[in-house]
């Protein structure tokens, strides 16, 4: 089986959707933020704290590179990781990406109490989705093969990506 590549914006429902195609598909499931925490022994919030927006990407594209050398995985990729070409490439060529779209409003919703994610934790939240979300879009697009409405709960979406991957 070819990877299943998720990307989308941080709370669009990645690792969710990703752990229940894992339980249906019985391939292994794979959340590129905590391989990446595993691997460095700290958390995200660490990594930024302590190396930087940059160090933490350079990680990412490591994790990407080797993740791509195996095979049968469901990955939910980080909600930055598919904004490089790079990255696209490598993911790209083992599998299927799949975008995760969700609207504004649903994202500010669901990440209203979010205290994880660095990228975040800013006094006016919402616009900095609003800045995020209009940067990174196009370039979601651009990666995946697949672009699917996540504005469902992840059940749907979840039988939703099954039915189009199989």
């Known amino acids: 089986m070819k990877n299943i590549i998720l990307c989308g914006f941080m709370g669009c429902g990645k690792s969710t959707i990703g752990r229940r195609l894992s339980k249906k598909t019985g391939a292994e499931f794979v959340d590129m933020d905590k391989y990446i925490e595993e691997k460095a022994g700290l958390t995200v919030?660490?990594?930024f704290e302590q190396f930087g927006e940059e160090g933490?990407?350079?990680m990412e594209r490591e994790a990407c590179?080797?993740?791509a050398e195996k095979s049968g995985l469901i990955i939910a990729a980080g909600g930055g990781t598919l904004t490089f070409r790079e990255n696209v490439d490598v993911l790209g060529s083992t599998g299927r990406i799949v975008f995760i779209n969700v609207s504004y409003e649903q994202l500010c919703?669901?990440?209203?109490?979010?205290?994880?994610?660095p990228l975040l934790?800013?006094?006016n939240r919402n616009e900095r989705i609003r800045?995020?979300?209009t940067e990174r879009l196009p370039m979601y697009n651009r990666a995946a093969s697949i672009v699917v409405d996540g504005?469902?709960?992840?059940?749907?979406v979840t039988d939703f990506i099954l039915?189009?991957?199989k």
Request: glycine content about 4%.
């Open 65 to 67: 590179r080797e993740l």
């Open 131 to 133: 800045e995020l979300l």
């Open 109 to 117: 919703e669901r990440l209203k109490r979010d205290t994880r994610r």
């Open 163 to 165: 039915g189009i991957v």
């Open 45 to 47: 919030a660490e990594i």
């Open 121 to 123: 934790q800013v006094e």
């Open 151 to 156: 504005n469902f709960n992840s059940a749907v």
């Open 56 to 58: 933490f990407r350079k």
